[in-house]
């Protein structure tokens, strides 16, 4: 098949939506589609004017302006990225104080001088215009360490708290004994200062054995991660093996789990891995799922505009293709609603906009950006 062939028939499987209506058990809800033309798109962050940035998991940043046109040019000025296996350009989120410092952060991975290679974290400042943007005071602020020469589980989300700290989700890159060493960033939950030092008062800092960064331990792979909008406290959920995805409440400290203790199973065999699903010091999960959905992106719906599903979280299903809405009771589980299933494709970001509508994004070579608004 020739490139305009493949071309035309990668368009033609990625769906479109057009005020297609579906409904929930809250709210019916209208899917329209913003933009396509994405390669494989993993996260995305809304600028003060009214544009959107989208990475590409191949290691392209993408903007699209306020009314959903995609500039064909991607952003200049990234850092080389390592697009291999699980890896690339993964998550993008803005500084909380933006509009005075313009920095703007990403996560992607990247190799060493041995070949090796990992998660990092860089900021810069968008610069330029339509058809030659560009990211100038570029600055690597985070380097995984060690790094290692495996395709899987990289993280990575971004998220800053109220107090301006960065919160970095790594994960285990496939070595899951990695997870609940404290000298190693390999499946943890990091917490920064916005320069990309260890964050004052992080549980680990006085033990001279430890990384100091480290904010908590036993993650597989997190690729999801919000704050409540209530109490300030990052949530996080991360893919399980066969079965036992998680979501958690993340706080300082914690241990929780992996793999040690997990409500999965290994691939192929189905045999148990570690000590069963509960020991003693280590957290167990607010909710998980068997089998697994495949989560990834989640945000807290805050808006107005499907106001039964304040204080919810909306998280993504890629093998589930789907949103899934969990309801909570302070830090219990109440309910889950897999919403939409069998109208979207694979869900990689979920985000709530500036407008109150929630945003999606597809995980296809011909990915989009898909708004969800009310009908009625």
């Known amino acids: 098949m020739n490139k305009l062939l493949l071309a035309a028939a990668l368009l033609a499987a990625a769906p479109a939506f057009a005020n297609e209506v579906v409904p929930t058990r809250e709210h019916l809800v209208r899917i329209v589609t913003v933009t396509q033309g994405l390669d494989r798109p993993w996260g995305l962050a809304f600028l003060p004017d009214g544009r959107m940035l989208v990475t590409e998991r191949a290691?392209?940043?993408?903007?699209?302006?306020?009314?959903?046109?995609?500039?064909?040019?991607?952003?200049?000025?990234?850092?080389?990225?390592?697009?291999?296996?699980?890896?690339?350009?993964?998550?993008?989120?803005?500084?909380?104080?933006?509009?005075?410092?313009a920095w703007i952060y990403w996560s992607y991975a990247q190799r060493d001088e041995k070949g090796d290679n990992g998660t990092e974290v860089a900021r810069g400042r968008l610069a330029g215009g339509p058809g030659a943007w560009r990211m100038d005071d570029v600055q690597v602020i985070f380097r995984m360490a060690p790094k290692s020469n495996t395709g899987f589980h990289f993280g990575s989300r971004l998220v800053f708290d109220r107090d301006g700290l960065l919160y970095v989700t790594l994960g285990d890159r496939g070595e899951m004994a990695r997870?609940?060493?404290?000298?190693?960033?390999?499946?943890?939950?990091?917490?920064?200062?916005?320069?990309?030092?260890?964050?004052?008062?992080?549980?680990?800092?006085?033990?001279?054995?430890?990384?100091?960064?480290?904010?908590?331990?036993?993650?597989?792979?997190?690729?999801?991660?919000?704050?409540?909008?209530?109490?300030?406290?990052?949530?996080?959920?991360?893919?399980?093996?066969?079965?036992?995805?998680?979501?958690?409440?993340?706080?300082?400290?914690?241990?929780?789990?992996?793999?040690?203790?997990?409500?999965?199973?290994?691939?192929?065999?189905?045999?148990?891995?570690?000590?069963?699903?509960?020991?003693?010091?280590?957290?167990?999960?607010?909710?998980?799922?068997?089998?697994?959905?495949?989560?990834?992106?989640?945000?807290?719906?805050?808006?107005?505009?499907?106001?039964?599903?304040?204080g919810d979280a909306l998280i993504g299903a890629l093998r589930g293709q789907a949103?899934?809405?969990?309801?909570?009771?302070?830090?219990?589980?109440?309910?889950?609603?897999?919403?939409?299933?069998?109208?979207?494709?694979?869900?990689?970001?979920?985000?709530?906009?500036?407008?109150?509508?929630?945003?999606?994004?597809?995980?296809?070579?011909?990915?989009?950006?898909v708004r969800l608004e009310p009908a009625g």
């Open 179 to 310: 997870a609940q060493r404290l000298d190693d960033h390999a499946g943890k939950i990091l917490r920064l200062t916005d320069d990309g030092k260890a964050a004052p008062g992080n549980p680990f800092a006085n033990d001279p054995k430890a990384r100091p960064e480290i904010y908590s331990p036993g993650n597989r792979n997190v690729q999801g991660a919000a704050l409540h909008p209530k109490t300030g406290v990052l949530w996080a959920h991360e893919h399980g093996p066969q079965g036992g995805d998680e979501l958690n409440v993340i706080k300082a400290g914690v241990n929780y789990g992996w793999p040690v203790i997990t409500y999965g199973v290994n691939y192929v065999t189905g045999t148990k891995i570690g000590e069963g699903t509960e020991k003693p010091g280590m957290a167990q999960p607010v909710k998980y799922w068997t089998p697994s959905p495949a989560v990834s992106g989640m945000a807290f719906y805050d808006g107005d505009k499907f106001p039964k599903w304040r």
């Open 59 to 101: 290691g392209r940043l993408r903007v699209v302006d306020k009314d959903g046109k995609l500039d064909p040019t991607p952003v200049a000025g990234l850092p080389r990225i390592d697009a291999q296996g699980q890896g690339g350009l993964m998550d993008v989120v803005l500084h909380p104080k933006h509009r005075d410092n």
């Open 323 to 369: 949103l899934i809405r969990v309801r909570l009771d302070g830090e219990k589980f109440v309910e889950d609603e897999f919403m939409l299933a069998g109208q979207l494709p694979r869900v990689r970001d979920v985000r709530v906009g500036p407008d109150g509508f929630v945003y999606l994004l597809t995980d296809l070579p011909n990915g989009a950006i």
